[in-house]
């Protein structure tokens, strides 16, 4: 039998950047910081753990009792960690999760992910966490067969760097690209990795206007370069993602609707919300 869409989905636990912004005008879109889940053949794959990663935790421990996923970092900015001491799953033996992330100088991923759980910033220790953990280092141009799935990873243009992945499986192939600001080389790099992709995440935080006004180097992109490089990569469904904290619902709403104008496919993405190829 051949891998179809239901053996293949992307769900949103966090989809707001740079902090939590929750909040009764945000319940739409949600207030948590990045975490995608995406399912490929039955193996759960992990994308940033933001505060989303929490309740993510929460619902796997539910859903298996005993865990066991592929966790893949895209760089290491607050709002893509913060939520790491928080995942319940990692602290039960007999868990198992297999960690991914670019090295920055001498430091691998297990001691930067360390670092923020050290005295003075956070009383637990990682070495309090007691689930079987393999930490890898990935890079740009990195090539993964991780369960039934192929990852491939390319360079972003972020300060101090950050990863896309592409997650291929049965045919199909979804893309995770926030914390990407645009501009000629970044936009052709990213419209090769995500060529035919039947999903494309991207960092859509500001408008075109907002980047001009006050935003550049802040190492993010617009929803105008989001339906860009969407067009241009020929992708099937667009993720405007990394939303503006300051952004309520009714205005991603209104990006929302600008950006399915302009690209059929498009739509803000929805914390709780599954997407499937």
Request: charged residues 25%; hydrophobic residues 40%; aromatic residues 12%.
């Amino acid at each position: 039998m051949s891998a179809g869409p239901r053996d293949f989905w992307l769900r949103c636990w966090g989809t707001r950047g740079s902090l939590p912004a929750p909040r009764p005008t945000t319940n739409v879109y949600g207030g948590n910081t990045p975490c995608l889940e995406i399912r490929a053949g039955g193996v759960v794959y992990i994308f940033d753990a933001g505060s989303g990663i929490r309740a993510l935790g929460a619902a796997l421990q539910k859903e298996f009792g005993t865990v066991s996923a592929n966790i893949f970092f895209t760089h290491y900015h607050w709002d893509h960690i913060h939520g790491f001491p928080f995942f319940s799953p990692a602290y039960s033996p007999g868990n198992r999760f297999t960690i991914f992330g670019e090295p920055r100088g001498s430091r691998g991923v297990r001691e930067i992910l360390a670092g923020q759980m050290a005295m003075p910033y956070f009383p637990v220790p990682i070495e309090a966490m007691r689930a079987q953990v393999e930490f890898c280092d990935v890079g740009p141009g990195a090539r993964l067969q991780v369960g039934p799935a192929v990852i491939l990873a390319e360079a972003l243009n972020h300060p101090g760097r950050a990863l896309s992945y592409r997650v291929e499986y049965g045919g199909r192939a979804i893309v995770y690209a926030t914390d990407n600001e645009h501009g000629a080389e970044a936009n052709e790099r990213l419209i090769r990795h995500a060529q035919g992709a039947d999903i494309l995440v991207y960092d859509a935080a500001y408008t075109d206007a907002e980047w001009k006004a006050l935003r550049k180097g802040w190492g993010h992109s617009t929803w105008q370069e989001a339906v860009l490089v969407a067009r241009k990569a020929k992708v099937r469904k667009l993720l405007l993602f990394h939303h503006e904290p300051a952004r309520d619902d009714r205005a991603l709403a209104a990006i929302e609707r600008r950006a399915r104008r302009k690209f059929r496919g498009a739509a803000a993405a929805r914390e709780g919300r599954i997407y499937r190829p």
